[in-house]
T-cell receptor, first 115, second 117 residues
Framework: DAMVIQNPRYQVTQFGKPVTLSCSQT?????MYWYQQKSSQAPKLLFH???????NEADTPDNFQSRRPNTSFCFLDIRSPGLGDAAMYLC??????????????FGPGTRLTVL | AQTVTQSQPEMSVQEAETVTLSCTYD???????LFWYKQPPSRQMILVIR??????QNATENRFSVNFQKAAKSFSLKISDSQLGDTAMYFC??????????????FGQGTILTVHP
């Protein structure tokens, strides 16, 4: 089945130790998104890629970076995680198609713990 | 800019009964899409139902239906014959139809729905 895959599902890192979260998709969607979701809150968009065009949200901290080496993969790099970065990180994809209302397909998320 | 507001942090319903989750939004766009997403505990977010603003007919998907009131900017979700598996956080979301938003969603704060046996 076509899907959005996130690895790992659970990640533990130490304060200040760089960490990378990965997302892959078999949907061949041209847009990929990274969200941060804290407990019982709405997902907060960090950035998104339209093909290789990177779009950063204005309030995304510089500590967060992203890479999209090809259509299928997208990475979230946290350069120096702080305790406040502990959260669920969601990857989503969509096909830029106005007729379909750009439904976003979400991965299962990676829960990041910072010790 | 869009805003989406869900005024009910938590709701509960008995199995087999009907429940309605509220959502209001604000946008300056003439064409846009509205969505309800469901996020079960420890599981991934999935789309429940989609409404296109230029369509007057309310969307329905099996037990799920919406009451879309464009003038009032209201978009409520009705769940009929509630099932235990409907227990989840529900997010209302909006997206502009055009421009360079690349499908960016604006989410509401979410409503935690608990279905009791």
């Amino acid at each position: 089945d076509a899907m959005v895959i996130q690895n790992p599902r659970y990640q533990v890192t130490q304060f200040g130790k760089p960490v990378t979260l990965s997302c892959s998709q078999t949907l061949n969607h041209n847009v990929m998104y990274w969200y941060q979701q804290k407990s019982s809150q709405a997902p907060k968009l960090l950035f998104h890629y339209y093909d290789k065009d990177f779009n950063n949200e204005a309030d995304t901290p510089d500590n967060f970076q992203s890479r999209r080496p090809n259509t299928s993969f997208c990475f979230l790099d946290i350069r120096s995680p702080g305790l406040g970065d502990a959260a669920m990180y969601l990857c989503a994809t969509s096909r830029l198609n106005r007729d379909r209302g750009n439904e976003q397909f979400f991965g299962p998320g990676t829960r990041l713990t910072v010790l | 800019a869009q805003t989406v507001t869900q005024s009910q942090p938590e709701m509960s319903v008995q199995e087999a009964e009907t429940v309605t989750l509220s959502c209001t939004y604000d946008t300056s766009e003439s064409n846009y899409y509205l969505f309800w997403y469901k996020q079960p505990p420890s599981r991934q977010m999935i789309l429940v139902i989609r409404q296109e603003a230029y369509k007057q007919q309310n969307a329905t998907e099996n037990r799920f239906s919406v009451n879309f009131q464009k003038a009032a900017k209201s978009f409520s979700l009705k769940i009929s014959d509630s099932q235990l598996g409907d227990t989840a956080m529900y997010f209302c979301a909006a997206r502009n139809a055009g421009g360079t938003s690349y499908g960016k969603l604006t989410f509401g704060q979410g409503t935690i729905l608990t279905v009791h046996p």
